[in-house]
């Protein structure tokens, strides 16, 4: 039966991370990917926004790591010749009933340590953004786009350069504990595992449930909260990402663009039970009317259904926002098991950031 020092479930970007960073630091690694390619899942299906750090409580891991996580994908990028540009965003109050929310935003971001936030007037936001119309917005340069698809090839590929290994249609059928780690069956075979890191994202709380060892209570509920992207058809007159005010569940339809130019307007947040990817087109007026607060001269012709994405929350309708689970063995008493639960946005912004404290909670130096 094969050893391994780090078994790594899951190849999206947090998990292609954690492999990473285990890999420099010297440790054999298997990556264990229940699809046939990495990145298949919520990876793919997102924004591909790099965050400021504006949005999240004070002290909590989205906030802490979210600002760290940027600082360090923007220098992986830069060093690793990943495709993204600093655009920075416009957070628009279009009446005046938003200012205040507006304000109490600008507030958060600065206490949260955000830099170079700057609350601008309707006339400002004309000559940044000559077709926006709004009553105010707040400006965000630290946050930017990235290429999510490159970004995980690099990953993978300097993970692959320290060594690393990784197997595709490969689910977790059990994890149980062993004396000085973990037998995994996974694929059909067996492996004896060190430290197992479970990433798995939206299935993070079914790998979980295969942890013999595991209380049941320790697992957190799984709430699926579906987001629809409309794609436009042609260029847009902005250079910057266009949001407007945080709405229970997400951040609000709003205005993002891709490295080439092409814009999409989502997500929206729909709570589901099934995961299912399709984008009615029945749903393009509500979207229309979202592009319009936007864009209010925006060709309704160019508007289409794009894709979905779906986003596993840890509170349900209703519920407080809540915060990423990164838990170790100080949480659960299992000396070599970290499961991560609820990595939703900003998981991509923190990926690198998620990483590290991965390997803290390993006792592992980066």
Same mark, same amino acid.
């Given at each position: 039966? %094969?050893?391994?020092?780090?078994?790594?479930?899951?190849? #999206?970007?947090?998990? @292609?991370?954690?492999?990473?960073?285990?890999?420099?630091? #010297?440790?054999?690694?298997?990556?264990?990917?229940?699809?046939?390619?990495?990145?298949?899942?919520?990876?793919?299906?997102?924004?591909?926004?790099?965050?400021?750090?504006?949005?999240?409580?004070?002290?909590?891991?989205?906030?802490?790591?979210?600002?760290?996580?940027?600082?360090?994908?923007?220098?992986?990028?830069?060093?690793?010749?990943?495709?993204?540009?600093?655009?920075?965003?416009?957070?628009?109050?279009?009446?005046?009933?938003?200012?205040?929310?507006?304000?109490?935003?600008?507030?958060?971001?600065?206490?949260?340590?955000?830099?170079?936030?700057?609350?601008?007037?309707?006339?400002?936001?004309?000559?940044?953004?000559?077709?926006?119309?709004?009553?105010?917005?707040?400006?965000?340069?630290?946050?930017?786009?990235?290429?999510?698809?490159?970004?995980?090839?690099?990953?993978?590929?300097?993970?692959?350069?320290?060594?690393?290994?990784?197997?595709?249609?490969?689910?977790?059928?059990?994890?149980?504990?062993?004396?000085?780690?973990?037998?995994?069956?996974?694929?059909?075979?067996? @492996?004896? /595992?060190?430290?197992?890191?479970?990433?798995?994202?939206?299935?993070?709380?079914?790998?979980?449930?295969?942890?013999?060892? @595991?209380?049941?209570?320790?697992?957190?509920?799984?709430?699926?909260?579906?987001?629809?992207?409309?794609?436009?058809?042609?260029?847009?007159?902005?250079?910057?990402?266009?949001?407007?005010?945080?709405?229970?569940?997400?951040?609000?339809?709003?205005?993002?663009? %891709?490295?080439?130019?092409?814009?999409?307007?989502?997500?929206?947040?729909?709570?589901?039970?099934?995961?299912?990817?399709?984008?009615?087109?029945?749903?393009?007026?509500?979207?229309?009317?979202? /592009?319009?607060?936007?864009?209010?001269?925006? %060709?309704?012709?160019?508007?289409?259904?794009?894709?979905?994405?779906?986003?596993?929350?840890?509170?349900?309708?209703?519920?407080?926002?809540?915060?990423?689970?990164?838990?170790?063995?100080?949480?659960?008493?299992?000396?070599? @098991?970290?499961?991560?639960?609820?990595?939703?946005?900003?998981?991509?912004?923190?990926?690198?950031?998620?990483?590290?404290?991965?390997?803290?909670?390993?006792?592992?130096? /980066?």
């Amino acid at each position: 039966m %094969d050893r391994i020092d780090a078994l790594v479930i899951g190849a #999206g970007a947090i998990g @292609l991370a954690v492999a990473r960073s285990l890999a420099r630091a #010297g440790r054999s690694v298997l990556i264990l990917e229940r699809e046939g390619r990495f990145g298949a899942v919520t990876s793919s299906r997102n924004s591909e926004v790099i965050h400021a750090g504006l949005y999240y409580p004070p002290g909590s891991l989205k906030e802490r790591l979210c600002i760290a996580g940027r600082e360090l994908l923007y220098a992986y990028c830069a060093e690793r010749g990943v495709p993204h540009r600093r655009c920075g965003k416009l957070v628009v109050a279009t009446d005046a009933a938003e200012l205040h929310a507006l304000e109490a935003l600008a507030a958060q971001g600065r206490a949260a340590g955000v830099a170079g936030l700057a609350l601008v007037d309707a006339a400002a936001v004309g000559v940044l953004e000559p077709a926006l119309r709004c009553q105010a917005a707040l400006h965000s340069p630290l946050t930017g786009i990235v290429d999510s698809h490159a970004l995980m090839v690099a990953l993978l590929a300097e993970a692959e350069d320290h060594g690393a290994l990784i197997a595709y249609r490969a689910p977790v059928e059990a994890i149980d504990r062993q004396a000085g780690g973990w037998l995994v069956r996974a694929g059909g075979t067996r @492996l004896l /595992a060190t430290m197992v890191v479970n990433a798995a994202g939206l299935d993070a709380q079914a790998v979980a449930a295969r942890i013999d060892a @595991l209380a049941p209570a320790l697992i957190p509920p799984l709430h699926l909260a579906k987001g629809r992207y409309f794609t436009y058809s042609g260029r847009v007159p902005f250079t910057r990402l266009i949001y407007p005010l945080p709405v229970p569940g997400g951040l609000g339809t709003h205005l993002t663009l %891709d490295l080439a130019g092409a814009a999409r307007f989502g997500p929206d947040v729909s709570w589901v039970q099934a995961i299912d990817y399709v984008v009615d087109p029945a749903e393009r007026p509500r979207f229309l009317a979202a /592009a319009r607060r936007i864009w209010p001269d925006i %060709d309704p012709d160019r508007l289409h259904p794009g894709y979905a994405g779906i986003r596993p929350k840890l509170s349900g309708p209703g519920e407080p926002a809540a915060d990423f689970r990164i838990d170790g063995p100080a949480r659960h008493g299992l000396p070599g @098991l970290v499961n991560l639960f609820g990595i939703e946005s900003p998981g991509l912004t923190a990926s690198l950031a998620i990483a590290g404290e991965v390997m803290a909670q390993l006792g592992i130096e /980066a």
